[in-house]
């Protein structure tokens, strides 16, 4: 079994003798983490380089404390309806430290576990911020500011995406929760404005109306999820509006001001009107864009494009020269990308 220590400086010595893999992963995310502990299974050499999470966003900052906190969400709007249920209580409170708390024990749990695949299967995950330095060589530097380079028979590049922060007046400024923020949320907002209905838009207008917030999404389409199907969106739409939660479509925000936490406000254009929201927190998620920059992807002969569909998003195109054997699997809503160069 290789070692799964963070910081091996040792390495960090040999710099112009890269260390040699069958397979280098940069960015461990899903997709790649199983490809690690599956080739790693069968004997192959296998290392992964992430610079921030055990397994990805996935089970860190995405999918699965989502989940966790729609849950306690659910357990919320049960509560709330208890006497319908044929239930009584004399109220009850929201500790969102309390959910943020069991959230956060999940998490590290989930990175226990995958941990004890990586040691089980013998792929080796250091922590890291990788990026090409020649064709199939990632140098890696490392948290204890030593680098390592790493050659690959074979590299798979998967850095996942980031939420897009579309460029409107002083959105920035605002300092907007993204999911990661939302998810580590200790008090319920009170006014909570959503930039953006896509899924996780209204997963986490849900959940957040469910824990006492009132909620505002704000989608520039003329349904919310406009990318599924008609009676999804308008089953889905009144689903949300039955938990009063307030629905703004066809607008087109025009800027932000003030600061996310305190009191935000955005003004948009609905129907050639301009109108203007004032809440206490802002979230956004209008899209996600590919954590390619900066990977030193021209070196490892991966071409980019730009994705229409988010903006100034960067996305991988295709390999070239040597380096031609390539295979970029997007999934479908979430930009996500592997690539096998
Ligand atoms: C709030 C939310 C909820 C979601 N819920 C669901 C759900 O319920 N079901 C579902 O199927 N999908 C869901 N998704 C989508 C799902 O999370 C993504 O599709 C999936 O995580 C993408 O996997 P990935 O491997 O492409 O990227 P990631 O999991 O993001 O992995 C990329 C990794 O690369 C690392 N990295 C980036 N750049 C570098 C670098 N230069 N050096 C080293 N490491 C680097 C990052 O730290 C990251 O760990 C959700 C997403 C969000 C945001």
């Known amino acids: 079994m290789k070692s799964t220590e963070t910081s091996p400086s040792a390495h960090g010595l040999k710099k112009s003798q890269p260390e040699e893999y069958d397979l280098v992963i940069l960015g461990g995310g899903t997709g790649s983490t199983v490809a690690a502990w599956t080739f790693a299974a069968e004997g192959k050499s296998v290392i992964v380089v992430d610079r921030k999470y055990i397994g990805g966003s996935c089970p860190n900052i995405a999918c699965l404390p989502s989940k966790n906190i729609i849950h306690s969400a659910k357990i919320a709007s049960y509560f709330r309806r208890s006497k319908e249920f044929g239930i009584t209580q004399d109220g009850f409170a929201v500790d969102m430290s309390g959910v943020r708390e069991r959230k956060r024990n999940m998490v590290s749990g989930l990175n226990e576990m995958y941990l004890d695949n990586y040691r089980k299967t013998g792929a080796e995950f250091v922590f890291g911020t990788g990026r090409f330095i020649a064709p199939r060589t990632v140098e890696a530097a490392l948290p204890d500011g030593t680098t390592r380079q790493l050659r690959g028979e074979n590299v798979i590049v998967s850095t996942g995406t980031h939420a897009a922060l579309d460029a409107i007046p002083g959105l920035a400024e605002a300092r907007p929760l993204t999911h990661i923020e939302a998810l580590e949320l200790d008090r319920v907002p009170k006014h909570l404005l959503v930039m953006g209905g896509g899924y996780v ?26 990318r599924e199907d008609k009676d999804i969106c308008e089953a889905l739409g009144n689903l949300l509006a039955d938990e ?21 406000s955005v003004v948009f254009e609905q129907d050639g009107t301009e109108k203007s929201l004032t809440g206490s927190h802002l979230l956004v998620a209008t899209g996600r864009s590919p954590n390619t920059e900066g990977l030193g992807l021209e070196i490892a002969g991966v071409e980019v494009d730009t994705l229409k569909s988010t903006s100034a998003c960067r996305r991988p195109r295709r390999a070239y020269g040597q380096l031609a054997k390539l295979r970029a699997a997007r999934c479908s809503h979430t930009s996500a990308w592997m690539i096998f160069v």
């Open 201 to 226: 838009g209204v997963e986490l207008s849900q959940a957040m109306r469910r824990f006492g917030s009132k909620v505002t999404v704000i989608d520039r389409n003329e349904r919310l999820m406009s």
């Open 244 to 264: 009063s939660i307030e629905i703004v479509l066809n607008a087109r925000i025009k800027r932000v001001s003030g600061k996310s936490g305190d009191s935000a």
